[in-house]
């Protein structure tokens, strides 16, 4: 390295939203469940468990059937959102075990980090107000910024290019097996955290305070 050179960063981490960084199951199944119900729909929490993480637009397909046209897509989906943000607002939303500990040690390690989620971006914004995490994050991705959602890759394609980091040098973290799928994909290593830690990633645990102390120095060989 050069004298004065700043020294080069140990790579990205791409961090799925919910269910990965924020506990926020809660709000989201809240805010559908209310939403639904003023369209005279109900809709099961088990419907709803199996549509976590996924874009609008295919979640109201699924309960609505494809006939559904887009102009209610957008109707029903705005309301939903608003109502989330409504919640989280007033409420508050929690880091999932391990998550603000693992955000803080990668930034002050000097890793470039991006949130990439299927969520919308006042959604991303909002989540990031109340879990405080200032400073940590130097881009994001929502689903304004796509046009296919995972487990389509380009959604961690453009956050690490928005961190100007090559693709081998991203690590995914997520809690969906579309996530891991869409970093293999964009030729990616991949973290999965879920409940039964059982994800096709390149680490799978249940938590991220599972994580040992080297795991994303060791994807990457460094």
């Not at 637009?57 to 959102?81: M, N």
Request: net charge negative.
């Amino acid at each position: 390295m050069m004298a004065g050179a700043l020294p080069t960063p140990p790579g990205a981490v791409l961090w799925d939203l919910d269910g990965t960084l924020a506990d926020s199951l809660a709000p989201h199944w809240v805010a559908w469940r209310e939403t639904m119900l003023r369209e005279f729909e109900r809709i099961t929490y088990e419907q709803f468990l199996q549509s976590f993480g996924k874009r609008n637009d295919l979640i109201l397909r699924e309960w609505l059937g494809d006939d559904i046209t887009a102009e209610r897509i957008q109707r029903i989906g705005d309301a939903k959102e608003a109502r989330y943000r409504e919640i989280i607002a007033r409420e508050g939303l929690t880091p999932l075990p391990g998550a603000r500990d693992w955000v803080l040690r990668l930034a002050a390690g000097g890793w470039r980090q991006a949130i990439a989620s299927s969520a919308p971006r006042a959604n991303i914004e909002a989540a990031m107000r109340a879990l405080d995490f200032s400073g940590c994050f130097q881009t994001s991705v929502g689903a304004e910024d796509v046009t296919a959602g995972k487990p389509d890759p380009e959604i961690f394609l453009r956050a690490a290019a928005g961190l100007a980091t090559a693709p081998d040098r991203s690590i995914v973290v997520e809690d969906a097996a579309a996530g891991i799928e869409a970093a293999r994909r964009a030729g990616m290593r991949s973290i999965g955290v879920n409940a039964g830690g059982d994800l096709p990633a390149d680490i799978a645990v249940r938590s991220l305070v599972d994580l040992p102390a080297n795991a994303f120095r060791t994807l990457l060989g460094t």
